[in-house]
């Protein structure tokens, strides 16, 4: 299938009613979920699940992988992923290039990687595990960073080297590059121009919020204008792929997001003239 | 720095604030951020997964209980629904002398795992055509949970549930019990006397219903025992719990 813009919404608990109970579906062209909310055993969650993926292709974006733990993968979390990825035969599935999870401590945040030769095999070898395990390619997510660790790499040199290794695609969250490019001092468009851009398969766009000394990946206000200068950039080195805005705090009505898409729809198919 | 070195390290920074040896720009701003947000999602998961209990204590004293639970309960699963279930125990250490505490803390939390316990299909009143009562097993649905009570955090719960004013708590005129359940998506209780109550927990054991109305009889007499049985058997098919009966091996 040839590669063309699509654009999505996170659905969110605020908007269950508008996506499950509209005359229509919501004018989106897919929904990507949190999959650890819905890898439960039954219940209401899973109900709504099955009644939005009747509306909706949907994409899996996963948390909790931790696909840079030293002590490898949780072999009961991939059952369960598994589980749900064969019930929703979703869009795409991803996780973020961080780890949670050590040694039976689950920290639940998305914690950063050093880019060493040495985490670049743990993390290859977990990324091997996992698409073997689901029976399909992920994609990686870059993320939001507070510590500069020691490496031997840049992160984009690194995503090039998991993405050529193991077979797995991008995720690219360009406001996560705005967000690191600030904490950690480097060129977002150096990081743009390092990746390799015909992976990406899917963009997220999101807001963050001025720490005391860094920025924080909040998602918790609308795309903010250098988000969106970058998103531009970025399909000039990706072509069209799937966009969707992630807000995950001070949730606005949904015509307020499907607005915000409107946005990224007049960037990715009129990009000379929002450029003029 | 080896990666697990790092990890370790990081980890003892978010659960005991122990100071990693980073050699990194920033690294006590960086280590911050981690550290907030550990902590304030643990709070939030708690606070969102424990409404009601959240109410009755008022903000300082939850927010006191949860911090005495995070520093001692660091999260294991990969899963935030499962990081509330060890709070009421946490609750009962540290109001030994206020069950209501626990025990609605115990509800709270068994009303949340009813939420996602495995679906079960609806009984279907034609396997019971037929059925020799006598041996007939039922088998309860998987929702379906039964917790000791000493206090009415029932009523308390209720009441705060329904935005009015709790009762103030109560010891029970004798220990009971509190039977969780779902109906259909929703999450349901309500308070069992003991009698009840051990006959739901004979079922579970795998008591035949000739062998609970047996029990009941001997308890209550030839005339009542039978009655009550049935009693109980009705308001059971009616709330739901029954998800299957069979004379033959479940």
Same mark, same amino acid.
């Given at each position: ?8 919404? !996170? ?8 996506? /499950? ?14 999959? &650890? ?22 994409? /899996?974006? !996963? ?71 689901? !029976?399909?390619?992920?994609?990686? &997510? ?5 510590? @500069? ?16 290794? @193991? ?70 080195? @990706? ?19 499907? &607005? ?11 990009? &000379?003239?929002?450029?003029? | ?16 604030? #122990? %100071? ?6 920033? *690294? ?12 304030? #999602? ?36 990969? %899963? ?31 009303? =949340?795992?009813?939420? $996602? *316990? ?24 998987? =929702? ?14 209720? *009441? ?13 005129? #004798?220990?009971?019990?509190?039977? $969780? ?36 009889? =001997?308890?209550?007499?030839?005339? *009542?025992?039978?009655? $009550? ?12 719990? $029954? ?8």
């Amino acid at each position: 299938m040839a590669a063309s813009h699509r654009f999505g919404l !996170g659905l969110r608990k605020p908007h269950y009613g508008d996506f /499950l109970d509209g005359d229509a579906p919501v004018a989106v062209d897919f929904v990507e979920v949190i999959s &650890e909310n819905f890898m439960v055993p039954g219940g209401r969650p899973l109900d709504v699940l099955r009644r939005v993926r009747e509306r909706h292709p949907v994409a /899996l974006h !996963g948390v909790s992988m931790s696909l840079g733990s030293a002590d490898g993968l949780d072999a009961d979390y991939l059952r369960r992923l598994r589980s749900l990825v064969d019930a929703v035969e979703p869009l795409f599935v991803s996780d973020h290039l961080s780890w949670s999870r050590i040694g039976g401590f689950n920290s639940h945040d998305l914690l950063p990687l050093p880019y060493t030769l040495e985490a670049l095999e743990v993390v290859c070898a977990n990324i091997h595990q996992a698409q073997e395990a689901l !029976g399909r390619t992920m994609l990686i &997510e870059n993320p939001s960073s507070y510590l @500069t660790l020691d490496g031997e790499m840049s992160e984009w040199a690194f995503l090039d080297q998991i993405c050529a290794r @193991t077979g797995c695609d991008l995720l690219l969250d360009v406001n996560n590059i705005v967000v690191s490019a600030a904490n950690h001092g480097f060129d977002a468009l150096a990081y743009l121009a390092g990746i390799p851009a015909q992976r990406v398969r899917q963009i997220h766009l999101a807001g963050h919020s001025q720490g005391r000394d860094l920025l924080i990946d909040t998602h918790d206000k609308p795309v903010p204008p250098p988000v969106w200068a970058l998103y531009r950039r970025a399909l000039e080195r @990706t072509g069209p792929v799937a966009t969707m805005i992630e807000r995950d705090d001070d949730i606005p009505p949904l015509a307020d997001l499907l &607005e915000e898409l409107d946005l990224a729809r007049q960037i990715a198919t009129q990009p &000379e003239r929002e450029s003029a | 720095m080896s990666l697990i070195a790092l990890q370790t390290g990081l980890r003892d920074w978010l659960t005991a604030e #122990q %100071t990693p040896a980073l050699q990194a720009p920033r *690294a006590k701003a960086g280590l911050s951020v981690y550290l907030n947000t550990y902590r304030a #999602q643990l709070m939030a998961c708690l606070s969102e997964s424990y409404p009601t209990l959240h109410a009755w204590l008022g903000d300082d004293a939850f927010a006191a209980a949860a911090a005495t639970h995070i520093d001692a309960s660091p999260p294991s699963s990969w %899963t935030l629904d499962a990081y509330g279930l060890g709070f009421p125990a946490t609750l009962r250490d540290l109001y030994p002398h206020d069950p209501e505490v626990g025990d609605l803390a115990a509800l709270e939390c068994a009303l =949340a795992q009813a939420f $996602i *316990a495995p679906d079960s299909p609806p009984l279907d009143p034609a396997s019971l055509a037929d059925i020799d009562w006598d041996r007939a097993r039922l088998r309860l649905i998987p =929702a379906l949970t039964l917790l000791p009570a000493s206090s009415n955090a029932g009523a308390i719960w209720s *009441a705060i549930a329904q935005g009015e004013t709790p009762p103030p708590a109560q010891l029970l005129p #004798q220990p009971g019990a509190i039977l $969780i359940w779902r109906d259909g998506f929703t999450p349901a209780f309500r308070t069992l006397e003991t009698a009840e109550a051990r006959a739901l927990e004979a079922l579970r054991e795998g008591c035949d219903f000739g062998a609970l109305c047996a029990m009941l009889v =001997a308890r209550e007499g030839e005339t *009542a025992g039978p009655r $009550i049985a049935g009693s109980y058997l009705a308001q059971w098919l009616r709330d739901g719990l $029954i998800a299957q009966i069979s004379d033959h091996p479940l």
